[in-house]
C-alpha cells in the first residue's frame, strides 16, 4: 500500500505543450519558417525550397516522459521532418540541433536518428511494417516515450523501436522540437502535442 501511494504522488499531470493558437513556451523562427494555421503548427513551404534546417524548441527541458502527437507531412524533393527530444541548441550554426530524433519522411518513417551527433539512423523499422501502417499525406500519430536509458517509438499505434542507449555520456535530459528538414519544398503540420512526464 505504502509504495502504490508513493507512485501516486510521484505521477504528474500531462502538460499541453501547444495551446492551438499561439507559441508560448516554444522559440525558433516565428517570424518567416513557422506559424499557426488550423490550430497545428506548420513548418515550411510547398512553393519554396526550404534553405536549411529549422527547429521550433520549447523554453523548457525534459528528462523521462510519453510524449504523444500528431502530424502530417507533403512536398516534393527531400521531403523530411521529425520531433527533437532530449535536444540541445547547437552553438554553430544557432538554427540546428543535436540529439535524438524521432524521424519523418521517405526511408526515415517511425526510425530514431541521432541529429548533428553520431549522424546517424540508431534505431529503424521494417518497410513492410511502415507501408501498412502509413497514412501518407495525412494525419498520422507518433508517440516517444523516454525511460532513463530506454526510447520506444510508436507510430498510428504500432511500435517501431524499441532502443536502449549504451552511452553513458549521451544526456537523457533536453529540449523538445519541431523540425522541418531542409533541402525540398516540404511542408509539415503538427498539433495535438501533450507530454506525460515520467518519474
Aim: glycine share 10%.
Amino acid at each position: 500500500m505504502r509504495n502504490y501511494i508513493a507512485l501516486l504522488l510521484l505521477a504528474l499531470p500531462p502538460l499541453v505543450l501547444f495551446d492551438g493558437k499561439s507559441f508560448s513556451g516554444w522559440e525558433g523562427d516565428t517570424a518567416h519558417t513557422w506559424r499557426i494555421e488550423e490550430q497545428s503548427i506548420t513548418g515550411g513551404s510547398l512553393t519554396e525550397t526550404v534553405p536549411h534546417n529549422y527547429f521550433l524548441a520549447t523554453d523548457k527541458t525534459f528528462g523521462n516522459f510519453i510524449l504523444r502527437l500528431r502530424f502530417k507531412l507533403k512536398g516534393t524533393g527531400f521531403v523530411n521532418a521529425g520531433i527533437q527530444f532530449r535536444s540541445q541548441r547547437t552553438v554553430k550554426p544557432d538554427y540546428e540541433m543535436t540529439g535524438y530524433q524521432a524521424d519523418l519522411g521517405k526511408g526515415y518513417w517511425g526510425s530514431l536518428y541521432d541529429e548533428s551527433r553520431r549522424n546517424k539512423t540508431l534505431a529503424a523499422p521494417d518497410t513492410a511494417l511502415i507501408s501498412r501502417i502509413l497514412h501518407p499525406d495525412d494525419w498520422n500519430d507518433y508517440e516517444i516515450r523516454c525511460e532513463g536509458p530506454r526510447i520506444r517509438i510508436r507510430l498510428n499505434g504500432h511500435e517501431t523501436v524499441d532502443y536502449t542507449e549504451t552511452d553513458p555520456s549521451i544526456p537523457r535530459n533536453g529540449r523538445i522540437a519541431l523540425q522541418i528538414h531542409g533541402g525540398g519544398k516540404a511542408q509539415v503540420w503538427y498539433k495535438d502535442l501533450v507530454l506525460e512526464p515520467l518519474p
